[in-house]
């Protein structure tokens, strides 16, 4: 029951790096999505796919980048990091529109 | 003015209340709605889905949509210290409306004193 996992769970780095974050899901879902969750401004949505090669911007694509070259993979790359996008990024899916999103755990990213 | 509005609490309640948790929205294309609830440190978690309007209940959980008031509410009744977490509201539209995204309420937090 491997579910949807995000790695890593903590990350710290600096200013100007490249960071990728990983999202693996075993439902097979067609949707992907990636989330920040900041205090005062609860979930917003970054990126979503809604299958293998489809990605579209949500609420706060500037940034990031994302891949879908596969169902199960949805990666989350800042190209260069800024102190601003120090949050806690979620990955979820759902098999379909109209259907709940399930959750990751999340990883913790800070940037110095 | 945000498309779901969630009073952020923080709400703090005895052991063994009944606990009302509850949403605004403002876009009347809504049509799926949910609960979920978080824990510090871990994921949302789903609580509770419902279609359009009604009643739903699951354990100790009462969802209802009220789509002519667009208000929905979360009720818990006999609440456990275990309750203790983050809830949050969220909702998408339906047919050429629905695109897959969620609207996420703020969360309120709530705590269950033993």
């Known amino acids: 029951d491997a579910g949807i996992t995000q790695s890593p769970r903590y990350k710290i780095t600096e200013t100007g790096r490249q960071v990728t974050l990983m999202c693996h899901q075993t439902w097979s879902h067609s949707y992907m999505f990636w989330y920040r969750q900041d205090l005062g401004h609860g979930l917003r949505l970054i990126y979503y796919?809604?299958?293998?090669?489809?990605?579209d911007k949500g609420e706060v694509p500037d940034g990031y980048v994302v891949s879908r070259s596969k169902t199960e993979n949805f990666p989350l790359t800042l190209e260069s990091a800024t102190r601003s996008q120090t949050s806690v990024y979620f990955c979820?899916?759902?098999?379909?529109?109209?259907?709940?999103?399930?959750f990751g755990d999340g990883t913790r990213l800070s940037i110095l | 003015q945000k498309e779901v509005e969630q009073d952020p609490g923080p709400l703090s309640v005895p052991e063994g209340a009944i606990v009302s948790l509850n949403c605004t929205y403002s876009?009347?294309?809504?049509?799926?709605f949910m609960w979920y609830r978080q824990y510090s440190r871990k994921g949302p978690e789903l609580l509770m889905y419902t279609y359009s309007s009604g009643n739903k209940e699951d354990g100790r959980f009462t969802a209802q949509v009220d789509k002519s008031s667009k208000y929905i509410s979360l009720f818990i009744r006999d609440s456990q210290p275990s309750d203790s977490a983050t809830y949050l509201c969220a909702m998408m539209g339906h047919g050429s409306s629905n695109t897959g995204k969620l609207i996420f309420g703020q969360g309120t937090t709530l705590q269950v004193k033993p």
């Open positions: 796919s809604a299958a293998a090669d489809i990605t």
């Open positions: 979820a899916s759902s098999v379909d529109r109209g259907q709940p999103q399930h």
């Open positions: 876009n009347s294309a809504f049509q799926y």
